[in-house]
């Protein structure tokens, strides 16, 4: 064998073994990231650790199981699918972050009245600066509204309102009261007042007139939107407000207890046609500090916090 054939030979054998051992060399690496989370009802303590510090770009490897009873595991404003975390058992994960920041994961089974405490935060750092808040402020906070102050509707009607059967009035509706910006910012109770005061409508009767303010909620929704909104009641808030709205879920007594405050009934006119799109999605990002009302924000985008708000007046609106 010639000098240079050796060599070569040589090199390409240590190109292969190169080769071969970077996955080796990347997974003694992942195996650092992996984390054990243990979940426990609030009560006991909730998520172990309840913050895990990661790099922008990195997976990490979660390993999840429970102490107690079944929880479940889901990032918020993530698309990434809820998992179920159970006693005795080890749901594994791996998630990658591009972006530094703070995300929030949370327990998606309802484990007991504090379920819903059962949060953690996931904090990923990276080379990027932490993405600057582009995002406006809520809405509630640009009008100024003060969300705890109550808001009982002046005016309310005896029977449900028909957005169908206020449809046919639409053409005498001027157009600016069907903008986002008006809707958004008035309760269903302001808009009667504000059409019924309205020259273009003299016409109308007072029932008519509501017709035409559930008429203005459903041009700002959509389908998709109302079933997302729906679907995220049904997930998130029905075991406190009732499947029905009527602040009579499986957990309502027990929060009444915990916190001297029943969840909202929004099968009452009185709140729900007392309270704006922008005062209701206040509560939802806020929450209700001390009343037992959880803080949705950091678990939700800002069009599933307007899909709920938009589903809440169906307790209201045909
Ligand atoms: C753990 C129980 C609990 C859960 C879960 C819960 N709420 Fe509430 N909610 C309450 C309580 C209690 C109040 C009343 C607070 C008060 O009187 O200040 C309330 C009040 C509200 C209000 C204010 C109503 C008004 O007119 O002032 C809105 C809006 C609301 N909840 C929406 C939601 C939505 C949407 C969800 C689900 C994403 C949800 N809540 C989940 C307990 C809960
Ligand atoms: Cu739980």
Redesign the pocket.
């Known amino acids: 064998m010639k000098r240079t054939e050796l060599l070569s030979r040589i090199l390409v054998i240590t190109g292969i073994l190169i080769v071969l051992a970077a996955p080796i060399a990347a997974r003694a690496i992942g195996a650092q990231g992996v984390i054990e989370v243990h979940g426990r009802i609030a009560e006991s303590g909730g998520w172990t650790p309840s913050t895990i510090r990661v790099q922008a770009g990195m997976p990490i490897h979660l390993r999840l199981t429970s102490d107690d009873v079944m929880h479940g595991f889901a990032i918020g404003q993530s698309d990434t699918p809820a998992v179920d975390v159970l006693p005795g058992q080890v749901t594994e994960i791996t998630l990658t972050f591009d972006k530094p920041g703070t995300y929030a994961y949370y327990c998606t089974r309802w484990c007991g009245?504090?379920?819903?405490r059962m949060r953690g935060i996931i904090e990923v750092t990276g080379e990027e600066p932490v993405s600057p808040q582009v995002t406006t402020p809520p809405l509630y906070l640009m009008l100024n509204l003060d969300?705890?102050a109550p808001?009982p509707a002046s005016v309310t009607l005896d029977r449900i309102p028909d957005a169908q059967y206020g449809e046919q009035f639409s053409a005498l509706l001027p157009a600016a009261y069907l903008t986002p910006d008006y809707y958004r910012s008035h309760s269903p109770a302001q808009i009667y007042l504000d059409l019924r005061a309205d020259p273009a409508l003299v016409s109308l009767a007072g029932s008519d007139i509501w017709d035409l303010v559930a008429y203005i909620w459903l041009s700002n929704t959509t389908p998709e939107g109302l079933a997302e909104g729906q679907r995220?009641?049904a997930?998130?808030?029905?075991?406190?407000?009732g499947e029905t709205g009527g602040?009579n879920?499986v957990?309502?007594a027990n929060?009444?207890a915990l916190?001297g405050?029943?969840?909202?009934n929004?099968s009452d006119p009185a709140?729900?046609l007392?309270?704006s799109p922008a005062?209701?999605?206040g509560?939802?990002l806020r929450?209700?500090m001390g009343?037992?009302?959880?803080s949705?924000g950091p678990?939700?985008t800002d069009q599933q916090?307007w899909d709920?708000?938009g589903?809440?007046y169906t307790f209201q609106f045909k």
Do not use: E, R, Y
């Open positions: 009245p504090n379920h819903w969300i705890d808001h995220l009641f997930q998130n808030c029905a075991a406190c407000h602040g879920g957990f309502s929060i009444t916190a405050k029943t969840p909202a929004f709140i729900t007392g309270a005062l209701l999605q509560k939802i929450g209700g009343t037992g009302m959880p949705w678990l939700f916090t709920l708000v589903f809440l």
